[in-house]
């Protein structure tokens, strides 16, 4: 996560050429929470005038898709995790059903499973970490902002090792260049480099130890709110 999916899918979704092309435009975040029923809903939501959207029987929301979405859409269902190709089928079967031509249905999700289940017809298209050099231009604005790190040389040779665990995720960037900005210091950024943090790191563009980071190296009281957030739904 945190390599710019959502972020581009954005940038599409709000073009104005992109726009132009379509009669009703639906964004639905879905993350792990995948189900047919609320996707629908969500679907039929956006909908202006829609009268089907408060049952929860999937037969009728679905009969709802087929009798308001007449119109040429783009969907865009962002952060899938979903791998059965059996409840896909089910949620698109509606969308398959319009007569309307050049709808199209954008989905991102980190998963390569889910995007070969997702796009059968289409290629999909895998979005890797930044160039080494624009990376590390990136990261110095996250811990120096406009200011010139040239009087940092030994905090720099730090800060690139660092670099280098990042594995050009901007996310990442972000939040341990914050991270090293709050204290910019040479024995806090060995610290950080020699973290056990880094021993979480399970993919080319995992997340999770900068954000592991992140989330250990703040005050007691924010990690309570932290904890206290996760009761609520995404």
């Not at 024995?187 to 954000?211: C, H, Q």
């Amino acid at each position: 996560g945190g390599i710019g999916k959502t972020t581009l899918a954005r940038h599409v979704y709000h073009n104005s050429k992109v726009k132009a092309k379509f009669d009703i435009m639906i964004w639905i975040y879905v993350s792990a929470n995948f189900d047919e029923v609320k996707i629908t809903q969500a679907i039929l939501e956006q909908i202006p005038d829609c009268e089907y959207k408060n049952t929860k029987n999937l037969t009728v929301l679905q009969r709802g898709i087929k009798k308001y979405l007449t119109k040429r859409f783009l969907l865009v269902l962002d952060d899938i995790w979903e791998e059965s190709e059996g409840r896909w089928g089910k949620l698109l079967a509606p969308l398959r059903c319009t007569e309307v031509k050049g709808n199209v249905i954008l989905v991102t999700t980190r998963k390569l499973s889910v995007a070969n289940v997702t796009s059968k017809t289409e290629a999909h298209i895998n979005l890797s970490g930044m160039n080494e050099e624009i990376f590390l231009r990136f990261f110095k604005q996250c811990i120096f902002g406009d200011e010139n790190c040239g009087c940092h040389n030994k905090l720099m040779k730090i800060a690139k090792q660092i670099a280098a665990k990042l594995k050009g995720n901007p996310l990442a960037a972000k939040s341990v260049g914050t991270l090293l900005r709050r204290n910019i210091d040479e024995i806090n950024w060995r610290k950080i480099l020699d973290s056990d943090e880094w021993k979480f790191e399970n993919g080319m563009d995992s997340i999770v130890p900068a954000l592991m980071l992140s989330y250990n190296h703040l005050p007691y009281h924010l990690q309570l709110l932290f904890s206290y957030c996760a009761l609520f739904p995404e």
